[in-house]
């Protein structure tokens, strides 16, 4: 249980402890501890987010301002939605600021995700061959925003985790580079680590802005950052194929 201090000016809660159960890990009985006591935890939960997560997507739009109403935006690895609710509030997706332009917003997923009012979302692979056309024509046309807080599946061994979710993140890139309008905005968790210089080279090809930022709902311990590409060019290898004397394929 929780106990105030109540006494006025700087008023605070004490952090809550949990104890070890029987059969329960001490890994386990520290995350549900830190989980009790994060802020944004407690936040989520009072504002109807279905995760701290929606935190993060709320800072770096708040900084960069890529969530415009009328945007179609497409959320990679939506579950369990909290990206999506943010999105939808910004870019009016219920059309509830009826002199602002009203936006879409699409969520895929490998699993399946509990509907969320206002957003169209499918159980997809990214990868599969067919997503990006099933992704515009599901839009109507070509995303202003495709986002993605996908992690790869964890390892336990931090080097490999980083190199997968680099991996993960460099295929998100380059579904947006088949999504996009020009212009359009990309933005993906990665891990610091040094295996991102090849994912960097990409983006700056392809963006006319690249920012790295670590939004303060992400936990200090945590070697997540996010990276913020704006100003969609064009697909980065149809330059390189033009430099080359190559014509790139047509869609």
């Not at 201090?5 to 001490?26: C, D, F, W, Y």
């Not at 990276?227 to 149809?238: E, I, K, L, S, T």
């Amino acid at each position: 249980m929780t106990e105030k201090n109540t006494s006025g000016r700087g008023q605070r809660e004490l952090r809550v402890r949990v104890k070890t159960a029987k059969g329960r890990k001490l890994s386990s009985t520290l995350w549900l501890e830190r989980q009790l006591n994060d802020p944004y935890v407690q936040r989520a939960k009072k504002e109807g987010y279905r995760g701290r997560a929606a935190f993060k997507i709320l800072e770096l739009d708040d900084k960069f301002g890529f969530l415009k109403p009328g945007a179609r935006v497409v959320d990679l690895g939506c579950a369990p939605g909290g990206w999506c609710q943010v999105a939808v509030g910004r870019v009016n997706a219920l059309g509830e600021r009826v002199s602002k332009p009203i936006g879409t917003v699409l969520g895929v997923d490998l699993q399946e995700v509990e509907p969320i009012q206002g957003a169209q979302i499918h159980q997809l692979d990214f990868l599969s061959d067919e997503a990006d056309d099933l992704v515009k024509g599901w839009l109507g046309g070509r995303a202003d925003v495709v986002m993605s807080d996908m992690a790869a599946a964890a390892s336990g061994h931090k080097g490999t985790d980083h190199l997968r979710i680099i991996a993960l993140c460099e295929a998100a890139a380059y579904f947006a580079f088949d999504v996009l309008e020009e212009g359009g905005t990309f933005v993906a968790k990665v891990l610091a680590g040094g295996a991102e210089n090849e994912l960097q080279s990409i983006l700056k090809r392809a963006f006319k802005k690249v920012a790295n930022v670590k939004p303060p709902a992400s936990r200090a311990d945590s070697s997540e950052k996010f990276v913020v590409a704006q100003g969609f060019r064009g697909h980065p290898d149809a330059g390189r194929a033009a430099d080359n004397g190559e014509m790139p394929e047509e869609e």
